[in-house]
């Protein structure tokens, strides 16, 4: 899944034409707390990196810049108020340039030269990145201004967003097509119960499983042949699933 | 799978530490890449250590710290390691990580990151020598943490300490590789160790190193400059078929290279720290090499004994047929 993370609704609606199954658009309001708090609602409780190794995350939204124009892929953070830095990894090639971002808690008036300045990116990496792998979280900032507001209006900002649309529809066609999913566990229960495997049972067939899938040895036959073997029929015994386990280990690995 | 094919090239960011700059080696590593986008970073550690980093894909798509190493440089060698009957062994730490992509590398358990470090001030790590040798001989395993010479098209590493080993005869310099090796120094106490393999496994498990062929090539080449080489069979890799294809590999290397001229070698199977392995996996979901069910022992993921005896003993057998008994060093 992708989450894309706006400050505010202006920014969120013409991204809304991507939204399907597979990406949300969330607006989370002004400033580094309302977005902790967003990404926090987000993830729901319990989660972890594991249960979440198939999302992203995107921060999209305006900045300031004192000359540089369009739009910017983040390769550094860096929180003004803690000086803490982030870096996203920048494992994927989207075509969009790079710059480096200043996360600041108030208005900034007169920007730096060669850097961007926006006032949620920090609170967003640094809470994402509790959950998510540094490339998995990504920040697309398009300068809106350089340090001065007044005419800024909402309708501005959305025609800005829009202006970018093809740009930003690169990266998240980039983002999805690296998107299907790692394989998942193969359904083994049947095989824990004809063992009556225990715990640690459970773990060594898990490897010896996985081991057989990546050898391409069939497993559900070198499993069957030595039930045969050891009791044509009849339910197994408790030892006897533990023999079944230790002969499927000698021959697969010997 | 994930998007390999939208990765980008192998240090397409190069993350240097703003005290690096002053350093010569810095300059030295950035220009062999000038296309790369530069990050300056306040501590490598920033970028190093980030949690939860994908190995998986940044196997794909390396990058690149150049740091200060402020911290120890030089460690003790860990007991699973061979001293070659040196009581004062020790690795250094000039770089962290590989070029390489083994899929064993007990270096995807160790860090979690594939990015790679190389440490610019060399100057600090010599005088730490220099102190080590003021109590005797020491023994300093130099491509440790990495492979130095794979890295030495970007940076001076290797002959650094090379040079250092050539004025300083109480100090055993080991530089082990899977590289191709062009120069060598030929000295007494500079021994290059080059790691061997079937093709099979160098094709299955050694991703982007060089071929047996070549390897053996360098090999030959650093015997004819009169180097002291080691021959490291090590680590021996577990294959259905690891009978014929160690068999046949032993075959390929004796061929190839006039064995009396070796100085030792190095045998042992594939062993890794059980807490490493778990990462290896990991990094490697793919990859039948360390998805091998594993027996523990002490601490350690091992092939079960009878395997392990059996692999050991082709080679042991085999390289002591061809006359080579007094110069083996096993890993049992
Ligand atoms: S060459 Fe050595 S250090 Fe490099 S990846 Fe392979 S095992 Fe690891």
Request: aromatic share 10%; with cysteine; charged share 25%.
């Amino acid at each position: 899944m992708i989450y894309i993370f706006t400050a505010l609704k202006c920014e969120g609606e013409p991204l809304r034409l991507f939204e399907k199954d597979d990406l949300k658009v969330i607006v989370t309001g002004v400033g580094k707390t309302n977005m902790a708090f967003a990404l926090g609602r987000t993830f729901p409780e319990g989660s972890t990196r594991r249960s979440l190794v198939n999302d992203i995350v995107i921060n999209i939204g305006c900045c300031c810049a004192k000359s540089l124009q369009g739009v910017y892929l983040i390769n550094k953070i860096t929180d003004q108020a803690s000086s803490r830095d982030f870096y996203p990894d920048m494992l994927r090639v989207t075509g969009i340039k790079e710059a480096a971002l200043i996360t600041t808690d108030t208005l900034v008036t007169e920007p730096e030269e060669d850097v961007l300045y926006d006032m949620e990116a920090s609170s967003f990496y640094e809470t994402a990145s509790r959950l998510l792998s540094p490339d998995r979280i990504i920040t697309l900032k398009i300068v809106s201004d350089s340090g001065n507001t007044d005419g800024i209006t909402t309708s501005y900002i959305t025609s800005l967003v829009n202006d970018h649309i093809d740009q930003i529809g690169e990266v998240i066609a980039v983002l999805r097509s690296g998107m299907t999913e790692r394989e998942d566990e193969a359904d083994i229960e049947l095989i824990y119960t004809m063992l009556h495997a225990t715990e640690a049972m459970k773990v060594q067939l898990d490897e010896l499983i996985n081991y057989a899938r990546l050898t391409d040895a069939d497993i559900n036959k070198l499993i069957s042949e030595e039930i045969n073997s050891i009791c044509e029929d009849k339910e197994l015994t408790k030892a006897q699933g533990k023999e079944v386990l230790k002969r499927v280990r000698d021959k697969l690995t010997s | 799978m994930c998007g390999i094919s939208s990765l980008p090239e192998v240090f397409s960011h190069i993350y240097v530490e703003k005290r690096a700059r002053e350093y010569i080696m810095t300059e030295q590593v950035l220009s062999h890449f000038k296309g790369s986008t530069v990050i300056d970073i306040e501590h490598y550690k920033d970028v190093f250590n980030r949690p939860g980093q994908d190995l998986y894909l940044q196997n794909s798509s390396k990058n690149l710290i150049i740091a200060v190493n402020e911290g120890k440089k030089i460690f003790k060698g860990a007991p699973v390691c061979q001293d070659f009957g040196f009581d004062r062994f020790y690795y250094a730490e000039s770089a962290m990580n590989c070029i390489f992509s083994c899929d064993y590398c007990f270096l995807k358990g160790m860090y979690g990151t594939s990015n790679i470090v190389i440490f610019v001030n060399y100057v600090d790590y010599l005088k730490e020598c220099e102190k080590m040798l003021e109590e005797g001989p020491v023994y300093l395993c130099a491509s440790f943490d990495t492979d130095l010479a794979a890295l030495s098209g970007i940076c001076s590493w290797q002959s650094i300490w090379e040079d250092f080993a050539a004025s300083h005869p109480e100090f055993t310099l080991e530089l082990r590789t899977k590289a191709a090796v062009s120069r060598v120094t030929s000295k007494e106490n500079i021994i290059y160790a080059f790691t061997v393999s079937p093709e099979k496994i160098i094709k299955l498990y050694e991703k982007n190193t060089p071929t047996l062929k070549t390897r053996l090539n360098s090999i030959n080449n650093a015997l004819s400059q009169g180097a002291s080489v080691r021959l490291c069979f090590d680590p021996i890799i577990y294959v259905k078929d690891y009978e014929l294809c160690y068999n046949e590999f032993v075959d390929t290397v004796l061929d190839a290279v006039d064995i009396k001229l070796i100085r030792d070698i190095s045998i042992g199977t594939f062993r890794i720290s059980s807490g490493y392995l778990q990462n290896i996996r990991r990094a490697c979901p793919y990859s039948s090499a360390v998805h091998f069910p594993f027996a523990k022992e002490d601490g350690y993921a091992v092939y079960p004994k009878k395997l392990r005896q059996s692999m050991i003993g082709i080679l042991e057998n085999r390289l002591k047929g061809a006359g080579c008994e007094s110069k083996l060093y096993v890993m049992p």
